[in-house]
């Protein structure tokens, strides 16, 4: 069992920044990759950034590309997702998820809201 715990959502003006935290506890020595997903209202979930865990390699929604960076802190189990030049449209609830070779897992969602 893995357990993820979010932080660091809120409300910013657009062209703002913030920074997601998800800290891993449990079994995190099964983890493949993590990543982030957002849900807006009405919308379906979609994957915004990931992470391998045994290396470096990244990957980003075409949205958020130049703007948004995932990385991770392994001594502190630790991925975050620093969030630059936010948009309106990126107003939505952020996931963190960590993927195994048996089953994914969720963290509790944090809400992002961008003012215009």
């Known amino acids: 069992q893995v357990q993820l715990v979010e932080s660091g959502g809120g409300l910013v003006q657009a062209g703002g920044s913030l920074r997601l935290s998800c800290a891993a506890s449990g079994s995190i020595f099964i983890i493949n990759a993590m990543g982030w997903y957002r849900q807006a209202p009405g919308k379906q979930r979609e994957l915004v950034a990931s992470?391998?865990?045994?290396?470096?390699?990244?990957n980003y929604a075409d949205s958020v590309k130049g703007r948004f960076t995932i990385s991770r802190d392994n001594a502190k189990n630790t991925v975050y997702l620093q969030m630059n030049s936010l948009k309106p449209e990126d107003t939505a609830v952020y996931y963190c998820?960590?993927?195994?070779?048996?089953?994914?897992?969720w963290g509790q969602g944090t809400q992002v809201t961008v003012s215009s």
């Open positions: 992470i391998i865990s045994g290396g470096d390699s990244t």
């Open positions: 998820n960590a993927a195994t070779i048996l089953a994914e897992y």
